[in-house]
């Protein structure tokens, strides 16, 4: 296991060498309950910072970055560790050309909060890592987007932590870096004070955290991972409303959004909706694919129709004699022969692989969805998908749950189609 320390740099950088020195040395900490961790030398040191120095005690950021990892390393060479790596990981402004100076107005903690989250996502998607949060360092509005974070991604190893130094004078002094440090003594305020372990105390809270194991559709880039979009997947998530598809008008609602679509794109969207609310049997998403235990989905070619590559038959399966019923629907005014879909799958013939009938109208759908779901997450989690196995025909599907998927003024002869062929 690789254990990771992350946390923001702010004015006080001392936070940093006195949580890590908690880490390593437990049995030292001020309340015994606390003493029984196990001990920790993290092997990466991430601190996310910004431009922000203290010229009083440095003469740049440079200066205090110097500062900082030699601090690190006399800290781990003093109990036998090798030295971490340290990465020094400033919050770009937008356009990406330089660090930030401060956080201080809305747009730097927008910056901040996506950058602090893609950050421990990164960390957290990694199942061999262990994730130490520290929200001793930088503004309170750091800190707050740093549990957040952790609320989202982190895992049951995973800890945050709070640090507090005994007595509280010491959190004042730039010299004081942890206990037992090389100086023996420092002064503040023209006050002397020893920095032995027994007199400089030090204790690291555990901060309790909701775990809420956030499970982001796979699809958007890591730049995506917007604050605020994020917030709002978990919010849609936790609410659980249905997915509502709506025949009467061509529609589809979700959450508060209503995004209508063409008859032909929403004929394809509904056909996926149907196959996964009645769990057709045969074909499954990406880690199911062909069998049995598969369900939901539907293989490309049952929707293509036509002449098998013999010339001896023509068969109509489920998918497509319901994405027929669909398409011709009365109420849509849609002629047989001005529908382009239907026209593209009877003239294909039936194999293995071949056009893709359908790549059109899910380009539709994505394009008409974009226009009203913002959030990349929730749009990624209601786009059919396209999935293939080797040597064997593309499937396509929708990955949102069956029971949240609501099916509005359809026909008893779109739902219920139990007499044709499954795949």
Not at 136 to 154: E, L, P
């Amino acid at each position: 296991m690789k254990h990771v320390f992350l946390a923001s740099l702010g004015g006080s950088p001392q936070v940093i060498t006195e949580t890590l020195w908690a880490l390593m040395n437990p049995q030292k900490l001020i309340d015994p309950k606390n003493r029984n961790r196990k001990p920790v030398a993290p092997e990466v040191v991430h601190l996310v910072t910004t431009s922000f120095y203290n010229e009083r005690l440095f003469l740049s950021v440079d200066d205090k970055n110097r500062k900082i990892e030699q601090k690190i390393g006399a800290l781990y060479s003093q109990y036998g560790h090798r030295t971490p790596i340290i990465v020094f990981d400033p919050v770009q402004n937008e356009e990406g050309t330089e660090s930030i100076s401060d956080i201080r107005d809305q747009d730097e903690n927008v910056l901040y909060a996506n950058h602090v989250t893609t950050k421990l996502k990164a960390y957290a998607d990694r199942p061999d890592n262990v994730i130490h949060m520290s929200l001793a360092g930088g503004r309170k509005t750091m800190s707050s987007y740093d549990h957040s974070a952790m609320m989202f991604f982190g895992r049951a190893n995973d800890e945050l932590s709070h640090v507090l130094v005994k007595p509280q004078a010491l959190e004042g002094s730039p010299d004081f870096w942890w206990p037992d440090q090389e100086e023996s003594t420092v002064t503040v305020r023209g006050i002397e004070f020893l920095t032995s372990s027994e007199l400089a105390q030090v204790d690291l809270i555990d901060v309790p955290f909701v775990r809420l194991h956030v499970r982001l559709p796979k699809g958007p880039p890591a730049e995506a991972l917007d604050y605020n979009s994020l917030v709002e997947f978990v919010e849609f998530e936790k609410q659980g409303e249905p997915i509502v598809v709506n025949a009467i008008d061509c529609t589809i609602t979700i959450g508060s959004d209503v995004v209508k679509l063409a008859p032909q794109p929403f004929a394809l969207f509904s056909l996926l909706a149907i196959s996964k609310k009645g769990a057709w049997r045969g074909v499954g998403p990406e880690d199911e694919g062909q069998g049995p235990n598969a369900a939901g989905w539907i293989r490309l070619s049952d929707i293509r129709f036509g002449l098998e590559k013999d010339n001896r038959t023509i068969r109509t399966t489920r998918a497509f004699h319901v994405l027929e019923l669909l398409l011709t629907r009365r109420p849509d005014g849609l002629k047989h022969r001005d529908n382009g879909l239907i026209q593209k799958v009877r003239k294909e013939p039936l194999g293995s692989s071949g056009d893709d009938a359908t790549e059109s109208d899910r380009s539709r759908i994505r394009i008409d969805l974009k226009q009203k779901v913002k959030s990349p997450f929730i749009l990624e989690y209601v786009l059919p998908k396209v999935y293939g196995l080797k040597g064997v025909d593309h499937f396509l599907g929708l990955d949102i749950p069956a029971h949240r998927i609501r099916l509005v003024g359809f026909t008893d002869s779109e739902l219920e189609t139990d007499h044709l062929s499954e795949f």
